[in-house]
């Protein structure tokens, strides 16, 4: 089966539901500017650090975020190859469907050719 008609791996299922979220969606923008504490992170935020740890840990979970652990510090960083997983099955995904629709029109066209 083509690439581009294959279904995402589990683990891109669970990146794919987790940026259903704005706030992890923020988040994630957030963390490709650079490294950061939840304390950092939850700043611009109306939510407590510890929704924004939940966020964070689920962003973790699904392989978006690293947390390490710097002295009493513990910064998050985007796993930025993660994210490029997603974006190539995306581009994946819009090739097949710009071949499906151009394949389409062609068929149209022939038709009202005939």
Do not use: K, N, Y
Request: charged share 25%; net charge neutral.
């Amino acid at each position: 089966m083509p690439s581009s008609l294959q279904l995402p791996a589990p683990g891109l299922d669970a990146a794919f539901a987790a940026l259903g979220d704005p706030v992890r969606r923020a988040l994630v923008a957030r963390l490709a500017r650079g490294d950061a504490t939840v304390g950092e992170l939850a700043a611009p935020f109306d939510l407590t650090p510890q929704a924004i740890s939940h966020h964070v840990g689920v962003l973790r979970r699904c392989g978006l975020v690293d947390q390490r652990r710097e002295g009493t510090r513990r910064p998050c960083r985007l796993r930025v190859d993660r994210l490029s997983q997603l974006g190539t099955w995306i581009d994946d995904q819009r090739r097949a469907w710009h071949d499906r629709l151009d394949a389409l029109e062609q068929h149209l066209a022939d038709g009202e050719a005939s």
